[in-house]
């Protein structure tokens, strides 16, 4: 441990400046505190703080770091050396009890009672010193950087300290000397500044000689990380390190500095992958005890590393965070609940929670965060009131500060999962003043997303459609990968059809046929082939024959029906493959689970339009949903409900 003098010498302005030589000269005479010399990496050292009297410089860098200048330096004093503090009374009133030293920091609250405080003591240690300038970031960096650049960078007792730690970082402590580092990063010194290089430089070579505890490989890996300029290859060598250590003993916070190196470090193949999953084996057990920032970050890490295999762990993190919704940061929340995207989990109780945080906080969170949620809850087609509502209130209120990006996000999903909040008229007029002003800066697929989820609730944008259907803007959709996909053509034709069922007074460009898709593609896994089994068993038993109804039925209309039945004119079953002398045609749509919101009989946006454009076409739309027909237990329960469902006003067939 290194012990810092504050009136070991001074230095003061003067006519004749002191050049740096001069200063190492001085650094060299510094003597160790105890009577015999330690080796480097654990000497105790009586390193003697210089006071400057002249007002020194500073200067902005790239990234807002800070280099320090010492220029005017003349010495005043020569070097007191320290004795041994255990040999001579007099040390111990010199000296503070650490203890007691960052009990007294802790409770200061600028930079100026810091320094203050420091100016006050004669002896400090260099772990001692090393908290002050991290307490000293603690209070006077904030989101937009060190907030009294003059009042802490030109002060004196800061000057002096860096100075030391500079031209004695040979014989600070492991933890004097990382903790100094971070704490210097935190202040947005310079990187390339000499006071930096020196740091770094003896943390990778205390690193290349294997003296470093789990703790100061964390220290230093973080610091690599703030830095934003991580070396790969120090990296990679303190993961080596790692994988040597005993990962039961690590703390929340070196498991945590762990992961986050990890990302950085891990490439393609199966590197550190036997490290990795004993990691995700022990934080298994300590889940209880992550904080909400800790559990954010592994619950990331774990998305970045693609650790699709650790199963126990990311349930028990989700299921963990439950209870750290009201507390987590926006950027920690989004975290959160992308990883329950990417791992495909979902938890009541997680929806619970953020039904009852993000209406109370609507108005004060980022509107990235409130756009995550949103696209969490329509990935995961849970239909929230509670929260769409309390989103629709927050667009209203502000959505001329969001991004094009978040607007489409903020509204897509009501169209998704056929929502209709109670402000819907205030809403959509919102929407619509803000496509007539940034109309032009939405990216041609978002746009078109957009407006094709605002036709899935009625809401029909008849003025921009002309912009749509025009040349120009299909040009663009086209250059735009992955240009015109299935995806957007069916979004085309669908606006199209729209506009052409449900406003036919629109007399604007139509949409060409080379633009057109022949049928919509229904989405994966939306027909419940179980349910749809079942129906067709129903059927046979009530038409007493396969040939009276057929399944998935292309029509000329671009839908396709899930099971089509055909009437004469007076009300008898015609054969499926029958075309003549048809009058009625029943649509059945055989609705599983998965066209429905989560736990909802709320029908989706694709569905609902699906339905109500048959019904436009000329169909009958006859909806046999999940829930209607769970508690049919056999085929003739099933023919029954289909009889009273399908031909209600009849008691008799004749086929």
Known sequence: MALISRKSFQFYSSGTPASRSILMTLSKRLSFISGQRKPQNCSSVAMRMPCFKDKSQYMFCRKNHVQLRIQSLSVNETVHLCGDTGSSPKSVNRWMDEQLFFKKLNSLCTAKEIFDFLSSLEVMSDTMASRALQRISEVEVDDNGLKNPEGVLENEVFRALCFQFEFESS????????????????????????????????????????????????????????????????????????????????????????????????????????????????????????????????????????????????????????????????????NVLEAFLYFGHREQIFTEALETHV?????????????????????????????????????????????????????????????????????????????????????????????????????????????????????????????????????????????????????????????????????????????????????????????????????????????????????????????????RRIALCIDGQNRFCVNSHNLLGEEAIKQRHLQLLGYEVVQIPFFETESLQNCRKMAEYLHKKIFPHTYGLSC
């Open 171 to 334: 014989k600070l402590s492991n933890t004097g000397l990382l903790n100094a580092l971070q704490a210097l990063i935190k202040l947005r010194i310079d990187p390339q500044s000499t006071l930096m290089a020196s740091l770094l430089s003896e943390g990778e070579e205390r690193l290349g000689k294997g003296q470093l505890t789990v703790k100061n490989l964390c220290a230093l890996g973080e610091s690599l990380l703030e830095l934003e300029r991580p070396s790969c290859a120090t990296l990679e060598q303190i993961m080596n390190h790692m994988q040597e250590k005993d990962i039961e003993n690590w703390s929340p916070r070196e498991m945590v500095m762990v992961y986050k190196m990890l990302q950085v470090t891990v490439r393609e193949g199966e590197q550190y992958q036997d490290l990795l999953n004993r990691m995700n084996r022990v934080t298994l057990t300590i889940v209880s005890q992550l904080s909400p920032k800790f559990t954010s970050i592994i619950l990331n890490s774990l998305v970045v590393l693609h650790q699709t295999q650790a199963v126990p762990l990311v349930t028990a993190l989700c299921k963990h965070s439950v209870k750290h919704i009201p507390y987590f940061t926006g950027d920690e929340l989004v």
């Open 359 to 583: 209406p109370k906080s609507i108005f004060t969170m980022h509107p990235q965060t409130v756009s995550k949620v949103m696209q969490y809850c329509c990935r995961k087609m849970i239909l929230s009131k509670p929260i769409f509502d309390a989103v629709a209130e927050s667009f209203i209120s502000d959505a001329e500060r969001f991004t094009t990006d978040q607007i489409a996000e903020y509204i897509i999903p009501f169209g998704t999962l056929n929502y209709l909040p109670p402000s819907a008229s205030s809403l959509f007029r919102k929407l619509e003043t803000i496509l007539h002003t940034r109309f032009s800066h939405f990216q041609p697929r978002t746009l078109l997303t957009l407006l094709h989820s605002c036709v899935l609730i009625q809401r029909y944008p008849v003025n921009f459609l002309p912009k749509i259907f025009s040349p120009y803007f299909l040009q663009q959709l086209q250059a735009q990968p992955p240009g015109l996909d299935r995806i957007v053509s069916s979004q085309l034709t669908q606006l199209f059809l729209t506009v052409t069922l449900e406003c036919p007074f629109y007399e604007g460009p139509k949409l060409l046929p080379k633009y057109q898709v022949k049928a919509f593609l229904a989405p994966h896994g939306s027909l419940d082939v179980h349910l749809l089994k079942r129906v067709k068993t129903g059927l046979l038993y009530l038409l007493k024959k396969r040939m009276y109804f057929a399944s998935e039925v292309s029509t000329p209309y671009f839908y396709t029906v899930d099971i089509e039945i055909k009437l004469d004119e007076e009300g008898f079953v015609l054969p499926a493959a029958q075309c003549e002398e048809v009058h």
